[in-house]
Each structure stands twice: as structure tokens, then as C-alpha cells.
């Protein structure tokens, strides 16, 4: 995918002692994004996460404890933003994410603001999760999908692409909470009037280092999700503008 000046993609990419997979996963998204710059958020990591990514040639913004995915995410947004970046693409440091399926959320964004790489999208995807996880997922994809009038099948992926509006918004509003990251930020987007949708891609299993929730874990957060839900439908669509590129 050949990038202009008009549409520079930032590759950001939360880690949280990620050392046994993030060189791999640096070589995949330079392999498939050639023109996407590619920024590695450390995310307090006390092993050599930050040291290997910049060995590989990353840009790496370093947090001084562990904030969690969102508000390494948030920093990336930030980032994005004061750098004149007009797209962005989030994946995962532990591998599950294949770039080469990356171009299919890009090219979505043409008339959507933030772009969801979904499993279980597809009757035939093999992708193996746990039952107790399983039916917490479905049961957010279902109330996801009713307050923001989308088709959603998979609302706790990470991996997505995010168009200017959803840079804006997010640099400044961005939830920090385990299953926040994921879930309420698709409320917030809808309630700020931006367009979401999702694209069926396949995913890989984790390649390396341990799941930071387990599936118990979740069931909790979901229950702090309750007053989320509970928010209005839309508010009036005002977020802040996107910073051009000088």
C-alpha cells in the first residue's frame, strides 16, 4: 500500500514485556506496510521489550510504569496526532495480529472512522477461545452492536484502523480500564457520531509471553462496563480538530 503525505499511517503498537515476539512482529508490519511508520508504546515492561524494538529499528515512546493498553494507547494517539499522522493502525505485540490482512482495514476506512479486524466474522474461522470467554464476547458484541446500530461480531479485537475523526477523539478521550480499551471506546465513538464497522480477518494464536486478563477476570471488568452502557445513545458530534502536517 503506497502512502501519500496526505494519508502517513502510524503502526502503533502497545507492548507489555512483549521480548519474545516483538522483533518478529516489527519485521512482519515493515514487510507489509513499507511506508507506514511503526511506533512501539512500552507499557512499563520490566524485561527487554524496549531495548529490542529499537534495535529493530522502531520508534519507541517508553511509559514509566505499566498504564495498561489504553493508556499506552492513548499515547500513541497522542503521538499520531502531534506528528500530523491522518490514519492509524493498532496491533499487538504478542503476534496475534497477521499485517498482510492489514490493507483490508485500510481500505475500509474509506467512509468509516474506525475499523474493527474481527474474528469469528467468518462461518469457517477456527479461532479457539475458551467457553466462559467465549460467551462474554458474545454477549458484548450484542449490546455493542444494539447501542451503535453496527454489525458487530467481535467487539474485544485490537486489532483496528483509525481514520482522522477517530485520532481526534481518541488523543483526548480515551478509556485506560482492562476491556475499556476495546469495548467502551466503540461507545464512545458512537456517541461522538463516528462510523464503525468491522472486516472478518483471520487471527493466530498468541506467540509468546501470557495473557494479561484471565477469563474470570473479564466476567469482572464486564460488570464494570454496566454504567457504559447506560450512557446516552449519541451526544452532539464535537471532538477536537485533527492537526495537519505543516
Same mark, same amino acid.
Given at each position: 500500500m503506497a502512502l501519500t503525505e496526505q494519508s502517513r499511517l502510524l503502526v502503533i503498537i502497545p507492548c507489555y514485556n512483549e521480548a519474545a515476539t516483538i522483533v518478529s512482529v516489527l519485521e512482519e508490519a515493515r514487510e507489509h506496510l513499507p511506508d507506514a511508520d511503526l511506533l512501539v508504546v512500552d507499557d512499563g515492561s520490566t524485561d527487554h521489550t524496549r531495548s529490542l524494538a529499537l534495535e529493530a529499528g522502531a520508534r519507541v515512546v517508553t511509559l514509566p510504569f505499566n498504564l495498561g493498553v489504553g493508556g499506552a494507547l492513548r499515547t500513541g494517539f497522542r503521538y499520531a496526532i502531534r506528528h500530523g499522522y491522518r490514519m492509524a493502525l493498532q496491533i499487538d505485540g504478542d503476534g496475534q495480529h497477521d499485517p498482510s490482512t492489514a490493507d483490508q482495514l485500510l481500505a475500509s476506512l474509506d467512509g468509516a472512522d474506525l475499523i474493527i479486524g474481527a474474528r469469528f466474522a467468518d462461518a469457517d474461522d477456527d479461532y479457539q477461545v475458551g467457553i466462559t470467554r467465549r460467551l462474554v464476547m458474545r454477549l458484548l458484541a450484542r449490546s455493542v452492536a444494539r447501542r451503535t446500530d453496527a454489525a458487530l461480531t467481535d467487539?474485544?479485537? @485490537?486489532? %483496528? /484502523?483509525? @481514520? =482522522? %475523526? /477517530?485520532?481526534?477523539?481518541?488523543?483526548?478521550?480515551? =478509556? /485506560?480500564?482492562?476491556? @475499556?480499551d476495546t469495548v467502551e471506546a466503540l461507545l464512545i465513538a458512537s456517541r461522538h457520531g463516528l462510523t464503525v464497522r468491522q472486516v472478518g480477518v483471520a487471527m493466530r494464536p498468541r506467540q509468546g509471553g501470557a495473557a494479561s486478563q484471565s477469563s474470570f477476570k473479564s466476567v469482572i471488568h464486564l460488570l464494570r462496563l454496566v454504567p457504559a452502557f447506560m450512557m446516552p445513545a449519541r451526544l452532539k458530534p464535537e471532538f477536537p480538530a485533527v492537526e495537519e502536517s505543516p
Amino acid at each position: 500500500m503506497a502512502l501519500t503525505e496526505q494519508s502517513r499511517l502510524l503502526v502503533i503498537i502497545p507492548c507489555y514485556n512483549e521480548a519474545a515476539t516483538i522483533v518478529s512482529v516489527l519485521e512482519e508490519a515493515r514487510e507489509h506496510l513499507p511506508d507506514a511508520d511503526l511506533l512501539v508504546v512500552d507499557d512499563g515492561s520490566t524485561d527487554h521489550t524496549r531495548s529490542l524494538a529499537l534495535e529493530a529499528g522502531a520508534r519507541v515512546v517508553t511509559l514509566p510504569f505499566n498504564l495498561g493498553v489504553g493508556g499506552a494507547l492513548r499515547t500513541g494517539f497522542r503521538y499520531a496526532i502531534r506528528h500530523g499522522y491522518r490514519m492509524a493502525l493498532q496491533i499487538d505485540g504478542d503476534g496475534q495480529h497477521d499485517p498482510s490482512t492489514a490493507d483490508q482495514l485500510l481500505a475500509s476506512l474509506d467512509g468509516a472512522d474506525l475499523i474493527i479486524g474481527a474474528r469469528f466474522a467468518d462461518a469457517d474461522d477456527d479461532y479457539q477461545v475458551g467457553i466462559t470467554r467465549r460467551l462474554v464476547m458474545r454477549l458484548l458484541a450484542r449490546s455493542v452492536a444494539r447501542r451503535t446500530d453496527a454489525a458487530l461480531t467481535d467487539v474485544t479485537s @485490537g486489532f %483496528r /484502523a483509525f @481514520g =482522522p %475523526r /477517530a485520532l481526534s477523539l481518541f488523543a483526548a478521550h480515551y =478509556p /485506560a480500564e482492562y476491556l @475499556g480499551d476495546t469495548v467502551e471506546a466503540l461507545l464512545i465513538a458512537s456517541r461522538h457520531g463516528l462510523t464503525v464497522r468491522q472486516v472478518g480477518v483471520a487471527m493466530r494464536p498468541r506467540q509468546g509471553g501470557a495473557a494479561s486478563q484471565s477469563s474470570f477476570k473479564s466476567v469482572i471488568h464486564l460488570l464494570r462496563l454496566v454504567p457504559a452502557f447506560m450512557m446516552p445513545a449519541r451526544l452532539k458530534p464535537e471532538f477536537p480538530a485533527v492537526e495537519e502536517s505543516p
